[in-house]
């Protein structure tokens, strides 16, 4: 149940964008430490330059694969469009649908379902990739490199997880009693979380993925 | 004095307010599109070894991000003081990442 606080706003909405506020600082430092580690690995897999073990003559390519992460990020922006189309659909649930748009659009149980296929798309993506770079040769333990890239990429996967959990509930209620106006606040606050892990992935490609 | 409401008040696109439908499909467009640009360039040797390459990527993921936070998180639309409470420790997480590779040699490489 939400309250007024004496700045006229939903409590629990300060509450989130406060949480959001230290995940910030969390992803901050995160990020952080990969970058300041980035190309320090005394050993390979490297991300993006194959190398060869002097001792085994064993070569590992460049571990990371661009057009895998393309369409995961891909996947992971296209599920924060869904999820604030499921916002609007909840908010506006008894507005008039004249058109078959309308309809379609309207519908809060498609869209909160396209976003939690989505966002366990990304997660398949995700252990695709970590089994890929496992068989490959990176390990948490094997280089500065996987250590920090596991961690960081790992909390990242482990906020989707509990995401989908979360849209996974608010589907379950909407499929029970069906979502209206009165829940849009317990909507938004879902679709923020999920918004702020989107917005993290934005940058995680670019600083970790794009840029070598 | 407590009350259950859907709403606050500092939101700008109360209830009754037209959806956004367009406006949202719209960024996505550009969403789309910008992360296509993103890995296009990735792929161009002459873009990717010039001295633009980075900052280039910055200023596109940083739009994307503004894109999402302002108008998907409706920052935009509502009370400051969310844009505060995010925006603050944005900007400490940032200081922090700054210093950071400042301090172990990361910016001068």
Request: with cysteine; hydrophobic share 50%.
């Amino acid at each position: 149940m939400s309250h007024y606080t004496t700045t006229g706003l939903d409590n629990r909405k300060i509450a989130l964008w406060t949480f959001i506020g230290s995940e910030c600082m969390l992803f901050g430092s995160l990020i952080s430490t990969y970058l300041v580690y980035k190309g320090r690995s005394l050993v390979g897999p490297f991300p993006h330059q194959p190398w060869t073990d002097p001792a085994t003559g064993q070569t590992y390519p460049a571990i990371l694969d661009i057009p895998i992460t393309t369409a995961s990020a891909f996947v992971l922006l296209m599920s924060s469009v869904a999820m604030v189309l499921a916002y609007e659909a909840v908010k506006h649930r008894h507005d008039p649908k004249v058109t078959f748009w309308d309809k379609v659009f309207g519908n809060s149980k498609l869209w909160l379902s396209v976003t939690i296929i989505l966002g366990a798309g990304f997660l398949g993506f995700q252990s695709f990739e970590f089994t890929a770079f496992y068989h490959e040769g990176l390990t948490l333990q094997r280089n500065l490199f996987g250590s920090s890239f596991f961690l960081l990429t790992g909390f990242h996967g482990a906020h989707v997880t509990l995401g989908v959990l979360w849209l996974m509930s608010l589907l379950a209620t909407d499929i029970k009693r069906g979502l209206g106006p009165k829940d849009a606040g317990t909507v938004d606050l879902a679709a923020l979380y999920w918004h702020f892990v989107d917005v993290v992935w934005i940058l995680i490609f670019t600083l970790v993925y794009l840029i070598e | 004095m407590a009350h259950d409401h859907a709403h606050d008040h500092g939101h700008g696109e109360a209830a009754h307010g037209k959806p956004k439908t367009t406006l949202y499909l719209i960024t996505a467009v550009v969403l789309t599109i910008i992360t296509a640009v993103e890995v296009w360039i990735f792929f161009i040797p002459a873009i990717k070894e010039s001295a633009a390459f980075i900052p280039i990527l910055l200023v596109l993921s940083a739009i994307k991000f503004a894109a999402v936070v302002m108008l998907y998180m409706h920052l935009k639309f509502d009370s400051k003081l969310f844009t505060q409470l995010f925006v603050g420790p944005l900007i400490i997480a940032g200081g922090t990442m700054i210093a950071l590779l400042a301090l172990f040699g990361q910016l001068s490489k």
